[in-house]
């Protein structure tokens, strides 16, 4: 495991703030993710069923379980990231670096860094339905500039893919990525993909959303 | 970064002139394209290992080969 450090902004304040970004997670860390996020989970449900919130205004996020994720950790394709602000896990990302090659024609067939799950803690989901707002901002864009420079480190030259879920369709497009389309095999979500020129602009205009 | 050990690969020609073709298609270096192979040969025999079938698909996804390994 390695760790640079990067920042986030506390929303009390906007204040810069110092965090880990680690990479190599254990699956044991993503259990750990889990044990502290789950409850934030249903704590979160309870309140929007009490609410009447219709499922589609719910953070799509909400059923996910990194605890399930973790044995896919075994393999030696995927790897996990995580941040780390104040002695707790801020946001989590589990990427895959073989099994996915680029679909754009000018590229098609060479291989990118798949961002399968991207998710910040759940106290730093805005929801506004509830008046929560994030603690911390800027983990999902850390996390995603930190694929980018996964897919470099790979030699893949930025090339990065990713199915998004709608909610988070409108932070892929301004990050400038390509939406090849929605994927029937994939529940129908929107897949985005970077190329390396569209990463390496990414990068240079400073790898944020 | 994981730490790396260092092994010496002894490849026919044929075996390097796909290798160098591969890495030259991919646009990866030689190094890229074996660890690639690797994490996808892994992937592969676990997911046989689990029961799972690897099969291709045409274009139409009409005809499919299943692949043993």
């Known amino acids: 495991m390695s760790e640079r450090r990067v920042e986030l902004i506390r929303r009390e304040d906007n204040a810069f703030v110092e ?10 860390d993503l259990l750990l993710i889990e044990r502290v996020w789950g409850p934030q989970r249903l704590r979160l449900l309870e309140k929007l069923l009490r609410r009447g919130v219709p499922r589609k205004e719910r953070p799509e996020s909400l059923h996910w379980d990194w605890g399930l994720k973790s044995g896919e950790l075994r393999l030696l394709e995927a790897k996990g990231f995580g ?59 850390i996390l995603f500039r930190e694929a980018v420079l996964e897919s470099i480190r790979e030699g893949f030259h930025g090339r990065l893919g990713l199915h998004a879920l709608p909610q988070a369709e409108s932070f892929y497009e ?29 990068l240079g205009d400073g790898g944020a959303v | ?51 799972d079938k690897l099969f291709f698909e045409d274009e139409e996804k009409k005809q499919a080969e299943v692949m043993v390994l």
């Open chain 1, 19 to 28: 965090a880990t970004m680690l990479d190599g997670l254990a699956p044991e």
């Open chain 1, 83 to 141: 941040v780390i602000c104040q002695d707790e896990w801020q946001g989590a990302m589990l990427v895959r670096t073989a099994s996915h090659f680029t679909q754009l024609e000018e590229d098609k067939g060479k291989p990118l860094v798949y961002g399968d799950y991207i998710e910040a803690a759940p106290w730093n989901w805005r929801v506004k339905v509830l008046g929560q707002e994030s603690r911390f901002m800027g983990v999902g864009s």
């Open chain 1, 174 to 202: 301004t990050a400038g990525m390509t939406r090849i389309g929605q994927d029937p095999d994939k529940q129908d979500l929107v897949y985005f993909e970077f190329t390396r020129e569209q990463a390496q602009r990414f």
């Open chain 2, 1 to 51: 970064m994981a730490r790396k050990r260092t092994m010496t690969l002894n490849l026919t020609e044929a075996e390097m002139e796909a290798l160098e073709e591969l890495a030259r298609k991919k646009e990866l270096s030689k190094t890229a394209v074996l660890r690639q192979a690797l994490r996808l040969y892994q992937l592969v025999a676990l997911r046989l290992e689990n029961g």
